[in-house]
């Protein structure tokens, strides 16, 4: 067994696209469109593992606290091969004006890694 994919809601659907295409080399898929249910998607392709799906609809709201732990997904975790690659990267998605919540160190159970938001204020670790 293996995770296929992991969705998200966004808000801004080519943004987002254009977010882990430029700093995680993702490769987007056709955009998925349903005129009927107003919903678009996109999904992307990584070097390796699971894809993820960017989603989009009107009607879906936003969460209410924006920042902060809720229930659910908390964080996902891209793995960049290196301490090296997660310092340049750390350092490339700050110098572009986003969000680092936490500096590159190596974790109490033995993980080096960042934590950055994307556009949305999804959570997302940069791991060796």
């Keep these: 067994m293996k995770i296929e994919h992991l ?8 943004s987002m696209k254009g977010f882990f295409e430029t700093y995680f080399g993702a490769i987007a898929g056709n955009k998925y469109h349903n005129p009927s249910k107003k919903f678009t998607s996109y999904f992307l392709s990584f070097e390796d593992g699971p894809r993820l799906e960017l989603m989009y609809r009107p009607d879906i709201a936003r969460k209410v606290s924006g920042l902060g732990e809720n229930m659910g ?19 490339q ?12 160190r190596t974790t109490g159970d033995g993980y080096y890694e960042s934590v950055v ?12």
């Design 73 to 91: 997904i908390s964080h996902f975790a891209i793995s960049v091969g290196s301490k090296e690659k997660v310092d340049a990267l750390t350092e």
């Design 7 to 14: 969705a998200i809601w966004v808000t801004d659907l080519e």
């Design 93 to 104: 998605i700050r110098d572009s004006g986003y969000k680092i919540i936490g500096e590159p």
């Design 117 to 128: 938001l994307d556009p949305e204020n999804n959570t997302i670790e940069i791991t060796v």
